[in-house]
């Protein structure tokens, strides 16, 4: 057990050191939110980290110790703090993390955030936790950050000076936001001191606090210190001009300057142009000794020394967004740049070499700044300024302190830090993509590595912190911390790859054999022992002595090594020679040596195979196991080298490199031995010693003809009196004997050769001894060749060289050598032979070359005598010639046509005739043919500027002449020839002139030099393609992510292509070949689609993305490619009931959405609810799916599926998913049998005894479950239906304001309160006309006045309100009428008309709880005030309607009657297809076909309009699609009407009127079918011509006509797609079964799915129209909530009135007076006509708002409608949301009486005008006159009319309007 115990400790400590933070991987910290700012404290190393809502106090090891949440808090900018439950804009807030200060004495962490105006806290250090100090109500004076999250805020820790007493403070910077102080630069204490509070601001400086600084100059600090006394702050900002280009500043003052008298802005400049002109971090450090020499050596930072301080800043260009440079300003250059500034100020009138070098920032004062005098050292004096002397001082751009880039790269540096090490400095830089590059800042600063870290993506935050032992970098990204080394030595493991790193950290550590800093390798100051990386050294060996040994022999081995360091006297230096060890004893002599014992010969591997030498692998080591250095030694084998060359074995051994010696008479090749002897041994490098034959004679040998071959033979001595043999390889494994003439002579008979391959070859012979059949050295080499090899004919033959004596052998017909040819020679050649000319064809003028082709066309080029095409000369053109078989000749014009009347052939067409040498004449079986090409048209006719748009020239005869002979131009540019033939295609050169597009330009085709071919105003240059903006802007490596891009002129371009490939830097430079390509997917003008393309390249951030369109190349600028995502293991196998799945990994969100991933569960598709950056969450399908692959689903065994995640083109397997079963319960099983009847027996009586009262119940759930059922087979349908009419409506979800045809006021309310009226649309109040006599017309008009004045008076309107209502003929449409014209007679008083509806009310509701019937109230329009609730609703909800609930409605009425219109619909029924009324529902299928019309509106031009219709519609519905088509962007009322178009299909040369009826039409029985599409056999993409029905027509139209009408009009027995039963069938169906009944009725009711299809489909626009009606969370009109606020306080004055009650005046008040009839009556809002089918759907959807609104439960059955049960499910949620709505409304702050009437006063004053308040005075006066006399009698009965003298005044108006008698 103890045993146990002790491994168990000892692998935990193994794991210890192994898993170290420094050794092992990355520490890392996560936030859930987004980190603002990170700080240390330096004495404890703990870092403190400022995120939104949260701080974080972290170890140096990053592990949490303690956390506080600093928000959300309830707060809003408008509201000054301390924000209480009377702000009531007050919402949860993040706080965002602006300040993080450490002030280390006190202990104390300054935490600023973003709410409340940007307060302070003051929290422990030791712990976050604790709250020392908070206050929110100490007023403005106590707001130190911004609000805002775009506003930067740096801050350093100060000190103040005051009564002999430091105070501690701190320094701020800050930006402008919109509701923070005003203060650029403040002061704040930190402590209470007289006055003074916590975090007050000390100082008042009004030159840097002062309102003119705010907005103009955009500041952003990024960047502030202290040094020496004074602080800094570095920022960027404008010049406060209209420019807005940005400029990097660092201002100084003093530490305790107390009135900011010394406050100096200077201008840096980073490059000669300041192209990298904004700041985004800085680093104030040491450069370090070798920085400090090339920084003085440079000349432009003045002397700087190695403890100097310089500033290294990361600036972004304005210019070029996407690179980024690092520049260095010594703060000892600053500071005498400042003194210099401030010196000219104070002494030279603020001038520099008569320059103006200084001015005042944010102060437009223009008086004279700076003053003179003769104090030259002012500027010292008075370093820290003083009251006298002028501020604030800023540098002007002329005297910016300018430093060249140390560093330019591509992408935004976002984050620096430096540190030194060895006197060399290293710069850490962040990116904005979350690399952490390493630079060595030498004399040319390079990247030399990354810093080790996965690339997240993410931007590197501008807190670049070491921790205290500057060991580790603290690296923050958006949500992370990582803490990584800032080296990485120890990962590499040879010397080698330790200092190819050139990391100035590392170096080999040579007697350790590891990569090591300095001061981790031991005696690292001796020389040798640590070599240092950026040198780029290793020990090497630098020679053997001996250089090679024999594999034969072994001795000792002297290895030079002249950097070995020096050993100690316990170190033991060992030789490795392959397995080989051997002590190794150093020798030290000028360079160092080490003697070491060579392996022995058994030891050494054997010799390769075609090499005469082994090397072997040599090592020094030390102590057996520390490698020093290596290198190889060769053994070399002599017996080997006559592998070489197997002909001359002699002369291979002695020359070869190893110093061999030839024994002959062994014939064998040894190692060199002095002591071996005589004339049979061949010494090294002494081939001419080597028995040898040579000089071979003849040298040339031809085919097929024996030669005797003679040679020569040297130093045969030892082979006297032998006989040898002779062979090549074309000897066929035979040998000949070689005969000896003389002493040295030998000749062989010869050898007859075949070789056909080529016309000559060496071939070498290899001679042979015989009897011992070793070979002798031959350098027997000749030259076989063959005669008839490339001669084909006599010409050929003949030219070739003497030497060969090759002759035409007319027999055979072939070219041979001499002897081989049994006839003479001829004398000459026969004559020429023409097999083909090239072209055939050639333009009249001639002048272009013809290549003919034959044989025997003579041996030279004078040969040629001359050449005729087709009768005329042709030019021979002497250096084209080839022998024999090619002349070349430029041809003349063609002859002149003879007269017509000449019986010649054509003279432009004949053979070519050539003459040769000796009068020989060929003439072609082939015709030259001289013809005129004619170009005709050019297609494409326009491309871009830029060029390379493929031009296709046709005409005829174009392909005359030859692809060289031609050219073309476009206008003036060239057009490059690409294809030459019928067609010719030729790509367009660049358009270098200024104006775009280009005038018309003529195409010319050139066919050589003097025939040119026009085809005018052929071709136009049009502005190059546009790309405004592309997305998305990322991709995984893999690929296949869709790109959008955008722009315009996308149409001209033929070829649209995405290009990848490396930008060229210090990670790239060799890997410039690699390219990525994509062509486009799609385009269109304004859209290009793209896939992007998968890569594979090691350094994503060096890509480059380019589109090539055509010849036009922009680069896509921000494009990033990331990793591959990473996907962990599945934790959960089991897809449960939920179906939800997920998985998780690392980078998914980098370049990946929810909408665009794909997962897959076997071979079905996934939903992806929610991509995260490291959670996908799948949506799995509910049942299982077949398994994608065929194994998987051969073995039945596996209920595993494959769970696929695709990202574009990368799939990813991320496990086996499979699905739960419901486990069988063992217990059932076992439970006895007698339990199991007894329970039976039980479930049966109580199932018998509640079955009657279960029925409803049990109806309600099988109907429920039918539903569901219903739902579930068509899910599929409808979600493909959805995607279709999103796709088909892009043009109606893509809407702005101005699209909607929303009614102007004065049509909506006439619409609302006139058009239910039994006039309807010729109501006076709609047409706006009165019949007035017209000399009455004054007299009527000032008696309305007066009227209008009565009804103003509050008596007078009750009193006649109630006069009316109680008379019985005054019925509930005369009430209705009469509250809409009292509406229009107000609207200018619309605060009055309120409280004569409220008195009203009043009266009413009293009345109904007096009753006790309160529920009724506001259920019908029966009174007048119930209409006048209602107009009043109209009015007050006309904005809210524009403003937002009007685009859902719009849409959802758009939608459904596209779907509606999507299928057929019945004509005469008013039946459809796709419909939510069951009633309106089509039962039968009918038969149809989409057809896409191209219809030409006659008098609009040619453009043509595609309209979608279907065959089967008639013709008047074909007319209504077209009209919506063609005047879509027209409201309804301004389109034409369908009977006033005539509709024309032009099938062929005649013209057909198509209509609903006529001669042709079908007739069965008595019933006669409307004309549809299809009945006139109308095809897809048919043209149709709308034109305007004239009425003056001629007379054999109006005749035909007529007669038509006749006919047609005999009886209306028509009929659309279903036709009516007749009688008789009607008789034979009463006569059926009840069985066909049944099945008639089942049938019917099979097509109700339809309904729920189209329910499906509309689903979304319904739910969007209900969001906007009934959200309290949005905009809620203020009318609304003053009526409900109204109808709460009086359900709360009657007892009577519950919540229910409550909710149903509510409920009639507004859904359903004011909603539902807007939700029936689209046309009331909008501009639009609504047919009966879609009017029977908006009827089931306004049933479904009305069901909604109660609060009665509807129980369903299966008698219930198709239209309750269709939206059965919804009801419940509507009704929450309803529910919700009033409840938030409730919650609302209060409208005012106040704030309503200004809301009503504003309605009046800006719609009254536009209103018939006159008519509706009149109309009004209608109902006073009808019951006058009762009226007067009410009034007379009123005191408090009486008091007012109303019925006097009614008497006067009557009297006026119509002469009434009155007792005036």
């Known amino acids: 057990m103890e045993r146990w115990w002790a491994w168990q400790l000892a692998l935990i400590a193994i794991a210890t050191v192994y898993l170290s933070p420094s050794q092992g991987a990355p520490v890392e910290f996560s936030s859930d939110t987004l980190i603002n700012n990170v700080v240390a404290d330096p004495h404890t190393g703990r870092l403190y980290v400022g995120a939104v809502n949260a701080l974080y106090q972290l170890n140096s090891n990053l592990e949490l110790e ?610 071996v002897g005589g004339e049979h041994i061949v010494k090294p490098q002494q081939p001419d010693s080597c028995p040898q034959f040579e000089s071979p004679e003849p040298l040339l040998i031809p085919v097929g003809y024996k030669i005797p071959i003679s040679f020569q033979g040297r130093n045969l001595g030892i082979y006297q009196d032998r006989s040898f043999s002779i062979g090549t390889e074309l000897m066929k494994l035979t040998e000949e004997d070689v005969a000896q003439d003389q002493i040295s002579s030998f000749k062989f008979r010869g050898y007859e050769f075949a070789y056909e391959k080529q016309k000559e070859v060496n071939i070498s012979f290899h001679i042979k001894e015989r009897g011992t059949e070793k070979k002798i050295d031959s350098t027997l080499t000749v030259v076989l060749y063959n005669c008839s090899v490339g001669r084909e004919d006599c010409s050929l033959c003949k030219h070739a060289d003497a030497k060969y004596q090759c002759v035409w052998c007319q027999a055979s017909k072939t070219c041979v050598y001499s002897e081989l040819c049994p006839t003479p020679e001829p004398a000459q050649c026969p004559n020429p032979q023409i097999s083909d000319i090239i072209p055939r064809y050639g333009p009249l003028n001639g002048q272009i070359s013809v290549t003919i082709k034959g044989s025997n066309m003579g041996i030279k080029k004078e040969d040629i005598k001359k050449i005729t095409v087709a009768g005329v000369d042709c030019k021979h053109l002497e250096d084209r010639y080839s022998v024999s078989t090619s002349v070349v000749c430029r041809i003349g014009p063609a002859k002149q046509v003879p007269p017509s009347d000449l019986p010649l052939e054509t003279p432009n067409s004949g053979a070519v005739e050539i003459e040769v040498e000796g009068g020989r004449k060929g003439v072609s079986q082939v015709i030259f043919t001289y013809r005129d090409p004619e170009p005709k048209s050019v297609t494409p006719s326009k491309g871009p500027a830029a060029g390379g748009t493929v031009i296709t020239i046709k005409g005829n005869n174009l392909d005359t002449a030859t692809k060289d002979d031609i050219s073309v131009t476009v206008g003036n540019i060239p057009c490059e020839v690409l294809s030459f033939g019928e067609m010719i295609t030729c790509k367009t050169g660049k358009y270098r002139v200024l104006k775009v597009p280009s005038d018309q330009l003529k195409v010319t085709v050139w066919y050589g030099n003097n025939t040119s071919k026009d085809v005018e105003a052929a071709f136009q240059y049009y502005e190059n393609p546009k790309i405004t903006d592309y997305s998305p802007k990322a991709s995984f490596m893999c690929g296949g992510r869709r790109i959008v891009v955008t722009g315009s002129g996308f149409d001209l371009i033929q070829s649209a292509m995405m290009k990848v490939q490396p930008s060229s830097d210090e990670f790239s430079q060799n890997n410039s070949s690699a390219k990525f390509v994509q062509t486009a997917v799609s385009k269109n003008d304004t859209v290009l689609l793209f896939d992007s393309p998968a890569v594979e390249f090691p350094d994503l951030q060096s890509l480059r993305m380019t589109l090539h369109l055509d010849n036009v190349i922009e680069e896509l600028k921000n494009f990033v490619y990331h990793p591959d995502p990473t996907f962990n293991k599945l934790d959960k196998n089991v897809i449960t009931e939920t179906s939800i799945i997920i998985v998780t990994g690392r980078g998914f969100s980098k370049a990946m959405t929810a909408h665009e991933a794909q997962a897959f569960v076997g071979d079905a598709s996934c939903h992806v609810n929610i991509l995260q950056d490291d959670k996908l969450i799948l949506e799995a399908p509910s049942s299982q799916p077949r398994a994608k692959s065929k194994r998987q689903r051969r073995d039945t065994t596996n209920d595993l599926l494959d769970l696929v995640v695709k990202f574009g083109h990368g799939e990813w397997t991320v496990g086996s998913v499979y699905y739960a079963r419901k486990d069988d319960i063992p217990l059932a099983i076992i439970i006895p049998a007698v339990i199991v009847p007894m329970l039976l027996f039980i479930a049966v009586s109580v199932y018998c005894y509640r079955r009657k009262s279960q029925q409803a119940e049990r109806e309600y759930e099988k109907v429920k479950h039918q539903l569901a059922n219903l739902e579930e087979s068509v899910r599929d349908r409808c979600k493909k239906e959805f995607t279709d009419l999103m796709m088909e409506m892009g043009d109606i979800t893509d809407m702005s304001e101005g699209r909607i045809p929303f009614l102007d006021y004065k049509t909506y309310t006439d619409r609302n309160f006139f058009l239910p009226s039994k006039d309807g649309a010729n109501d006076p109040m709609i047409t706006g006309r009165i019949q007035i006599p017209e000399p009455r017309r004054l007299t009527v008009v000032q008696a309305l006045n007066q009227f209008s004045n009565l009804l103003n008076s509050k008596t007078f309107l009750i009193n006649f309100i109630r006069t009316l209502e109680s008379r019985p003929d005054f019925n509930a449409r005369s009430r209705g009428y009469f509250a809409s014209l009292l509406t229009v007679a107000l609207h200018g008083k619309l605060e009055y008309y309120t409280d004569i509806m409220r008195t009203l009310l009043l009266e009413l509701m009293d009345e109904h709880v007096k009753n006790k019937n309160p529920k009724l109230m506001l259920r019908r329009s029966e009174t007048v005030v119930e209409r006048m609730l209602c107009n009043w609703m109209c009015i007050c909800l006309y904005q809210f309607l524009r403003d937002t609930a009007g685009e859902p409605l719009y849409k959802l009425f758009k939608a459904l009657k596209h779907q509606v219109e999507k299928g057929p619909v019945d004509a005469k029924l008013k039946k459809a297809k796709y419909t939510l009324n069951d009633t309106g529902l089509l039962g039968d299928d009918v038969e149809y076909s989409v057809l896409t019309l191209q219809v030409l509106v006659h008098g609009h031009g040619p453009d043509v309009t595609p309209v979608k219709v279907l065959n089967c519609d008639s013709i008047t519905q074909v007319k209504e699609k077209i009209i919506d088509q063609v005047y879509r962007n027209l409201p309804y009322s301004q389109r034409p009407k369908v009977e006033s178009v005539a509709l024309e299909w032009r099938p062929g040369s005649t013209g057909q009127i198509l209509s609903d009826l006529d001669l042709t039409s079908q007739k069965e029985g008595r019933w006669k079918r409307l004309n549809t599409l299809a009945h006139y056999n109308v095809r897809d993409n048919a043209t149709l011509v709308l034109s305007t029905v004239l009425h003056t027509q001629s007379f054999h139209q109006h005749q035909d006509c007529h007669d038509e009408k006749n006919a047609l009009l005999e009886d209306d027995n028509t009929y659309h797609l279903v036709r009516p039963a007749d009688e008789i069938d009607e008789v034979k169906s009463k006569r059926g079964s009840m069985k066909d009944k049944a099945m008639t009725k089942a049938i019917t009711e099979i097509y109700l799915t339809r309904l729920l299809s189209v329910k499906g489909t509309l689903q979304q626009f319904v739910d969007d129209f209900f969001r906007s009606v009934l959200c309290s969370s949005s905009v809620v009109p203020p009318a609304v909530k003053y009526f409900f606020d109204f109808l709460d306080e009086q359900a709360q004055r009657h007892e009577n009135v519950d919540e229910e009650t409550l909710h149903i005046w509510k409920t009639n008040s507004l859904p359903m007076r004011y909603w539902v009839n807007i939700l029936r009556n689209p046309h009331f809002i909008f501009d639009v006509h609504v047919s009966e089918v879609v009017d029977a759907s908006l009827h089931v959807i306004s049933q479904t708002f009305m069901d909604a609104c109660t609060k009665t439960e509807h129980k369903l059955s299966r008698e219930s409608p198709s239209n309750k049960l269709l939206y059965a499910k919804e009801i419940s949620t509507y009704k929450k949301m309803v529910d919700d709505y009033y409840r938030g409304i409730r919650q609302m702050v209060p409208v005012s009486d106040q704030d309503m009437n200004t809301h009503l006063a504003e309605v009046s004053r800006e719609h009254t005008d536009k209103l018939n308040t006159q008519v509706a005075l009149h109309q009004l006066y209608q109902f006073a006159s009808k019951y006058y006399d009762v009226i007067i009698q009410s009034l007379d009965e009123d005191p408090a009319a009486q008091n007012k003298q109303l019925t006097l005044r009614l008497q006067q108006v009557a009297a006026a309007l119509e002469n009434k008698v009155t007792d005036l």
Request: with cysteine; charged share 20%.
């Open 66 to 675: 303690a956390h506080t949440e600093t928000g959300p808090k309830r707060d809003n900018r408008q509201c000054t703090p301390p924000v209480t439950e009377s702000c009531e804009e007050a919402v949860d807030t993040d706080n965002h993390n602006k300040l993080l200060l450490v002030h280390r004495d006190k202990d104390l962490l300054v935490v600023c955030g973003s709410v409340f105006r940007g307060i302070c806290s003051l929290r422990n250090l030791s712990n976050v936790e604790d709250l020392i100090y908070f206050s929110d109500t100490k007023g403005e004076k106590s707001y130190v950050a911004s609000a805002e999250e775009g506003v930067s805020v740096v801050g350093v820790m100060s000190y103040y000076s005051k009564d002999k007493e430091n105070l501690t403070v701190f320094l701020v910077g800050k930006g402008y936001g919109s509701h923070d102080s005003t203060k650029l630069i403040s002061t704040r204490i930190l402590q209470d001191y007289r006055d003074w509070v916590v975090f007050d601001s000390i100082i008042e400086a009004s030159a840097v606090q002062a309102n003119p600084f705010v907005l103009r100059y955009l500041h952003d600090f990024r960047f502030a210190f202290k040094d020496s006394g004074f602080v800094y702050f570095l920022f960027s900002r404008t010049l406060g001009m209209q420019d807005t280009k940005t400029f990097t500043f660092i201002s100084r003052m003093c530490e305790d300057d107390q009135s900011y008298y010394s406050y100096t802005e200077l201008q840096l400049n980073c490059s000669a142009t300041n192209k990298y002109n904004k700041v985004q971090a800085a680093y104030v450090g040491t450069p370090g000794l070798v920085l400090a020499q090339t920084m003085t050596s440079s000349g432009q930072y003045g002397r700087v020394s190695a403890s100097d301080k310089v500033l290294f800043i990361t600036f972004t260009s304005g210019e070029d967004s996407s690179v980024s440079a690092m520049c260095m300003y010594p703060l000892k250059s600053i500071n005498h740049r400042l003194v210099e500034i401030t010196g000219a100020c104070y002494n030279h009138n603020g001038m520099i070499n008569n320059t103006l070098a200084v001015y005042s920032p944010y102060s437009s004062k223009s008086e004279e700044l700076c003053s003179s005098n003769n104090q030259n050292d002012m500027a010292l004096k008075f370093k820290c300024g003083a009251e006298f002397l002028p501020s604030p001082l800023a540098s002007k751009s002329e005297f910016a302190l300018r430093a060249e880039p140390s560093l330019v790269r591509k992408g935004h540096m976002t984050a620096v830090a430096v540190a030194v090490e060895m006197d060399h400095a290293v710069a850490f830089l962040g990116t904005a993509t979350g690399e952490m590059l390493k630079v060595h800042l030498s004399a040319h600063p390079e990247v030399y590595s990354r810093a080790p870290g996965e690339v997240t993506g993410d931007t590197v935050n501008k807190n670049l912190l070491f921790d205290s032992s500057l060991q580790h970098l603290y690296i923050t990204t958006e949500k992370k911390i990582t803490k990584v080394p800032v080296h990485a030595c120890h990962l590499k493991t040879d010397c080698h790859s330790c200092v190819s790193m050139r990391d100035p950290y590392c170096g080999w550590c040579v007697l350790e054999g590891k990569c090591t800093r300095k001061q981790d390798c031991s005696r690292p100051k001796e020389e040798n022992t640590w070599l240092w990386s950026p040198d780029q050294q290793c020990v090497r060996i630098e020679s053997f002595s001996p250089p090679n040994l024999s594999c034969k022999k072994t001795q000792q081995v002297q290895i030079s090594v002249p950097s070995l360091p020096r050993l100690m006297e316990h170190d033991k230096l060992l030789c490795v020679f392959g397995s080989f060890v051997t002590d190794a004893v150093i020798i030290s002599t000028t360079t160092v040596q080490v003697t070491c014992s060579l392996p022995d010969p058994t030891e050494i591997p054997p010799t390769p195979d075609q090499q005469d030498y082994v090397s072997v692998p040599v090592t020094i080591q030390v102590n057996r196991t520390i490698q020093v250095t290596s290198g190889e030694y060769h053994f070399y084998n002599c017996a080997a080298t006559i592998r070489k060359n197997q002909n001359t074995p002699c002369i291979a051994c002695v020359t070869s490199q190893w110093g061999c010696q030839w024994n002959a008479q062994d014939h064998i090749c040894s190692d060199s031995d002095d002591a």
